[in-house]
């Protein structure tokens, strides 16, 4: 991803590099978007006990390993996972992924769904099923969801 970020120098952020919790709560309350392409879903640098306790502006697309994944703790507790912490700190929505995905794939779908939806002509979640297709395994593609308003427009 690291050639992808450079063709989009206006675009702040990190690459390579970890981010602090500070750092990650400012992108959080301050931009309009949140992406994230590592492992899992960034709970190492900001545990989602934390991202619910804030106010969360931006939508977040979380392109790791099981970001999108809830948890069943008990018969009669509801599901849980990262996913609900942003949308229950006031994120718009959240992109992530169901299961343990492949980094090429995850990759190409990033690409893919970044271009289309970026440019400005097709809704978020036309983007994601437009994205989905260029994945080479059918169950990476399928692993890739979204939670939240699917009426989110292209963010300014």
Not at 70 to 92: D, F, I, M, T, W
Not at 127 to 142: H, T, Y
């Amino acid at each position: 991803m690291t050639k992808y970020m450079e063709k989009h120098p206006n675009w702040k952020g990190l690459v390579e590099e970890e981010p602090s919790e500070e750092q990650l709560r400012d992108v959080l309350a301050s931009f309009d978007l949140f992406l994230y392409c590592g492992h899992g879903s960034g709970t190492k640098f900001l545990p989602s006990i934390e991202v619910q306790r804030m106010e969360c502006r931006a939508l977040a697309l979380l392109f790791g390993c099981s970001s999108g994944k809830l948890v069943q703790y008990g018969k009669k507790v509801e599901p849980h996972g990262v996913a609900y912490s942003y949308l229950l700190a006031g994120s718009p929505g959240v992109l992530g992924a169901l299961c343990v995905v492949t980094d090429v794939d995850t990759d190409l779908i990033t690409q893919a769904f970044l271009d289309t939806w970026l440019s400005g002509n097709v809704d978020l979640l036309s983007s994601l099923v437009k994205a989905r297709k260029v994945a080479k395994s059918p169950f990476n593609a399928a692993a890739c969801i979204f939670y939240g308003l699917p009426s989110i427009s292209l963010l300014s």
